[in-house]
Structure formats: C-alpha cells, structure tokens
C-alpha cells in the first residue's frame, strides 16, 4: 500500500513537470532541428558570425572575471558581516536579475553617454563605454555580477565560522584563513558562479543593444538578422550560440554533480 502511494506521488511529480520540460525543450529543438546542416556549415565559417560569437565569449569571459575580482569580497562580507542597510544592499545586489534590461541600457547610457559629465571624463582619458568592448563588459558585469555573488554568498554561508575562529586561534591571519580554510570549500562555488554569470552575459541583449549596437555580440547579430532577412537566416546563428550556451549549462551541472557527491 506504501509503495502503491509512492508510485502515485513520483508519477503526479512527472506529470507537473512535463507541461515546463515540453515547454523549454519543443521551441529550442524546433530551433536546432530546423536549419539545414549546409546553411549551418556555411554560417559557421562566415567571418561576421564567427567575430560576434567570440565576442560574445570573449566580453562574457571578461565581465566574469572583473565579477570575480570584485564579487568575490562582496559575497564574503555580505555572508560573514550583519550590518544597517544589509537587506537594501542586498535587494540592490538582486536588482539586474528583475529590473527589465533595457532599462539597464538606459541607466548606463544616461551615465556614461557622451554628453554625460562621466562620458567626457572617462573620453578625456580615451575610455569609451558606447559603442565599444569596454560598455559591452560594463553591461555584462551589471546583469551577470548578481548570479556570480549570490552562489559565492551560499557557499561562504555553508562554510562553518568555527573553522575560520579555530584557524585564527592557532594564529593564522585572516587572509590565511581564507586561503587555506576557507576557499577550498568554497571553490566549487566560485567555479558555478562564474559559470552562471558567463552563461547569463553571452545571452545578453536587451541592454547590450543600446549601449553598443556594434561592435556586434551574438545576440545582437541574430537579431539584425531576423529583422533584415528573416527567420531563416537568424536560426543559424541561433543554432550556434544555443550549443555554446548547453555546454556551459552542462558544465554547471557536472560541478554541481561533483559537489552533491561531496
């Protein structure tokens, strides 16, 4: 009779869960399946798609490492410290994951425009943010930063503090403690973190488009297409960009695989 009702339970959990699994895997599949292997073959050596998927990697790749740098301390006081304001900083941490992202566009065009006060500093010291690699990245660590903080923040809160006070009763420095006691359980964490924000910045395109239409990300590159020449001729392009986008996700997965077993 237990196991009767078990099996009732796991086959009502399959069937809720269908409707979402169908609904994520028959669009994206339509999408592989549809463009011909030829169109995909020539799209792939074409030199415009090939420049705007690395720079989709590349400006992902970059905006990563600047929210690990900086990120990484961040995750760390706002795990370890209780302060006033903490819940604010912490809604203004979430704030790109639920503002739309044009938005973001916006606020980073009124900031650093050409005619803003910080668009001519930054000029008078030949750094321009629209219209260029360096306003991509900006983009890209503002709506990729929050995943990478928020997954480091978990695991900085898993650590135990009793381990880092053990450390520093034997001695220890802070910075010791973190490097020979804290980060390596923490690691893991940094790794899906960084997976997540880079996965998150190469599928940016709301606010990247008003910031920097060219020099051309992926996304960007799709959408040109799309409204130029028609479906046909974006799916290829999407095609691409959604097999990069899988292997990073596959890779999330596996780490986060490995850290279960752990």
């Not at 006033?84 to 994951?97: A, H, N, Q, T, W």
């Not at 009793?162 to 520093?168: G, I, N, V, Y």
């Not at 359980?185 to 996965?199: F, P, Q």
Request: with cysteine; hydrophobic share 55%.
């Amino acid at each position: 009779m237990k196991l009767k009702k078990t099996n009732l339970f796991w086959g009502g959990a399959v069937f809720l869960s269908l409707p979402l699994v169908f609904l994520v895997t028959f669009p994206l599949g339509k999408m592989l399946l549809m463009p011909e292997v030829s169109d995909l073959l020539s799209t792939i050596q074409e030199r415009v798609v090939l420049e705007a998927l690395g720079r989709s990697i590349f400006t992902a790749l970059g905006a990563t490492a600047v929210a690990i740098v900086f990120g990484t301390p961040l995750a760390y006081i706002m795990a370890r410290k209780t302060f006033f304001g903490k819940k604010l900083v912490e809604g203004l941490i979430d704030l790109p994951i639920m503002i739309p992202h044009p938005v973001i566009g916006i606020a980073i065009l009124s900031l650093f425009g050409r005619n803003s006060l910080w668009g001519r500093l930054l000029a008078g010291i030949n750094i321009e943010i629209m219209g260029s690699l360096t306003g991509i990245v900006v983009v890209l660590v503002f709506v990729g930063a929050p995943f990478y903080i928020n997954t480091v923040k978990a695991g900085f809160e898993a650590v135990p503090l009793r381990l880092e006070k053990a450390s520093q009763s034997l001695g220890a420095s802070m910075g010791a403690t973190f490097f020979r006691v804290t980060f390596p359980m923490v690691w893991r964490n940094m790794v899906l973190g960084a997976v997540m924000c880079t996965a998150r910045a190469i599928s940016e395109f709301g606010a990247v488009i008003i910031v920097a239409y060219h020099p051309m990300t992926a996304p960007v590159l799709i959408y040109e297409r799309f409204t130029a020449f028609g479906l046909k001729y974006s799916q290829c392009v999407a095609f691409w960009l959604i097999i990069i986008s899988l292997v990073l996700f596959v890779m999330m997965r596996f780490f986060s695989r490995e850290r279960r077993i752990q």
